[in-house]
């Protein structure tokens, strides 16, 4: 179940949740083994390790919750992002281990509680001993969603989730029973192309973002370079993009010269997310920073935000 984008609900049938800067993780328990899986059905089990304690949460259970690593005491998707893309060492993970955000229960002992109210699914979690788990936290439920709003901000988190007491769970399906409220504004994107940095040609220099349009068009949504300097973002742009190249550009319409020129275009088929400061009236992000690539989102589901 998905979050919908919009401003602050207020009342007494919402309650509040931290939003986490992670990466959303299924935890399945049957038969006392952990498989963990993204939003796309990839399996994660390998690239998290330090999480295999959930299994010890009941015999059979379905859990929802984010994945974080802590920098500085809050969470970061950047330090989170090489996770997606390979099995950390024994060394990786002892100095940054992660941890598990569990936030929601949709199965226990063979019985699905899809169909409860939240507020029931809630208080059958917190009966589970996750206190005794080094790496998994049951995420904090508030009453006032505004006071969260403003704490949130004052720590450097990113942002708030307002939900309906009586929301059932809808799986793969985005509600307006959730509502985020994020500080800062993101957008996934699909890559339609790269041009070469100047002075180092085998490096990417730049990605070419595309979102597509109500009937399935990609519309050009601008260039990014910031962001895509990082050694691990440059080899998993490289894994990612290999196979996907094509002769002619993906986007609906002709790009501007200043964007097209040196560009190598691909499959729109690698969705990346990034962070802006809004959109121009000709349908393009302002000073795009890309976050990482996000391997647990599904291309088809890429919209506008």
Do not use: N
Request: aromatic share 6%; hydrophobic share 40%.
């Amino acid at each position: 179940m998905l979050a919908t984008p919009g401003p602050l609900p207020i009342g007494p049938e919402w309650c509040y949740e931290v939003k986490w800067d992670g990466m959303r993780l299924l935890a399945d328990v049957t038969a006392d083994r952990l498989r963990l899986t993204s939003r796309t059905g990839r399996d994660m089990t390998a690239h998290f390790p330090e999480l295999a304690e959930l299994a010890t949460v009941a015999p059979d259970a379905l859990l929802d919750g984010e994945v974080v690593l802590l920098t500085g005491g809050a969470p970061s998707f950047t330090a989170l992002a090489d996770r997606f893309h390979r099995v950390p060492t024994a060394a990786e993970v002892a100095a940054r281990p992660a941890v598990y955000m569990a936030f929601d229960l949709l199965r226990l002992y063979g019985v699905s509680l899809l169909d409860r109210p939240l507020e029931e699914r809630r208080a059958t979690l917190e009966r589970l001993e996750l206190a005794e788990l080094a790496r998994v936290r049951l995420s904090p439920v508030y009453d006032d969603g505004a006071a969260l709003l403003t704490a949130t901000v004052e720590q450097g988190l990113e942002g708030v989730v307002a939900k309906r007491r009586d929301s059932v769970y809808r799986d793969g399906q985005r509600s307006r029973s959730w509502i985020k409220v994020a500080h800062r504004r993101t957008q996934d994107c699909l890559v339609g192309g790269w041009r070469p940095e100047r002075t180092h040609p085998s490096r990417i220099g730049g990605l070419l973002l595309g979102v597509p349009d109500a009937d399935g068009s990609l519309l050009f949504a601008g260039r990014v370079g910031s962001g895509v300097g990082g050694d691990a973002t440059q080899r998993a742009l490289r894994e990612q993009l290999e196979g996907l190249a094509l002769e002619q550009p993906p986007f609906a319409e002709e790009l501007p010269r200043l964007d097209a020129a040196g560009a190598r275009w691909c499959e729109p088929r690698l969705v990346v997310e990034v962070s802006h400061t809004g959109w121009t009236e000709g349908h393009r992000l302002r000073h795009p920073v890309l976050r990482g690539l996000r391997p647990d989102v599904d291309p088809g589901t890429v919209t506008r935000t």
